[in-house]
């Protein structure tokens, strides 16, 4: 008898179920795409809040506690009204707020752990590292740039220009000093698993290396570890 296959992972069943939620409460804000992409939209708690309050959402369908969500949304509301909350934030708060009597389910709160720790941006630093510099060896080459993270705090993807301009090339195989959005976004993906919207947005536009070389940076300030 053939086995049977396996069931698709849990974390991508919980982050969908939490998406659906988000992309409710999110509908029609700034920075959704035209084909309904919410993963770039930050709302404030206050806003959150009253999105939740009139939608009546219901947090049973991610196996998570409505009420005690609700309170916890309250709460942050009436101290921090303003604080912004995206996706990846969102999800975490709801893991780490709206465990059931049962206890949270494990994939959820591992979630909430990498989102308190910065685990996710890290370990895509380490891999834009790795991608752009190709150190002869790996090994020592991350050793050392998260012995300089934990001593000085210098960010593990630290790149010169000339590296960033390197994984330009890469995209520019035929020397004309400009690739079209498309293939510049794949690339500036590498660094932080993000693109600028005015990249992704604008697939046919040409991306200069100068302009490419500003975008990475502006990532890596932004999301790098």
Not at 19 to 35: C, I, K, N, Y
Not at 132 to 138: F, G, H, L, R
Request: proline share 7%.
């Amino acid at each position: 008898m053939a086995a049977k296959p396996l069931p698709p992972p849990r974390a991508v069943y919980h982050e969908a179920r939490l998406r659906e939620v988000w992309d409710l409460v999110t509908a029609g804000s700034d920075g959704v795409t035209e084909d309904g992409d919410s993963s770039g939209v930050s709302l404030s708690f206050a806003v959150l809040k009253r999105q939740l309050d009139d939608l009546e959402v219901d947090f049973g369908t991610c196996g998570l506690d409505t009420a005690k969500i609700n309170r916890a949304v309250f709460q942050t509301t009436e101290t921090d009204p303003d604080l912004p909350v995206d996706f990846v934030a969102f999800c975490a708060f709801a893991a780490r707020n709206g465990k059931p009597p049962g206890g949270v389910d494990p994939v959820l709160e591992t979630h909430a752990y990498f989102e308190k720790h910065k685990l996710g941006a890290l370990f895509e630093s380490m891999t834009a590292s790795l991608m752009v510099v190709k150190p002869t060896d790996p090994r020592s080459f991350l050793a050392e740039r998260l012995l300089n993270l934990k001593r000085h705090g210098t960010p593990v993807a630290e790149f010169s220009d000339a590296e960033l301009g390197s994984l330009f090339d890469m995209s520019d195989a035929a020397g004309a000093g400009h690739v079209s959005g498309a293939k510049a976004s794949k690339g500036l993906e590498v660094l932080v698993g993000r693109v600028p919207p005015e990249v992704s947005e604008n697939p046919e536009r040409l991306i200069t290396r100068e302009h490419f070389i500003r975008l990475a940076r502006g990532l890596l300030e932004t999301y790098g570890s």
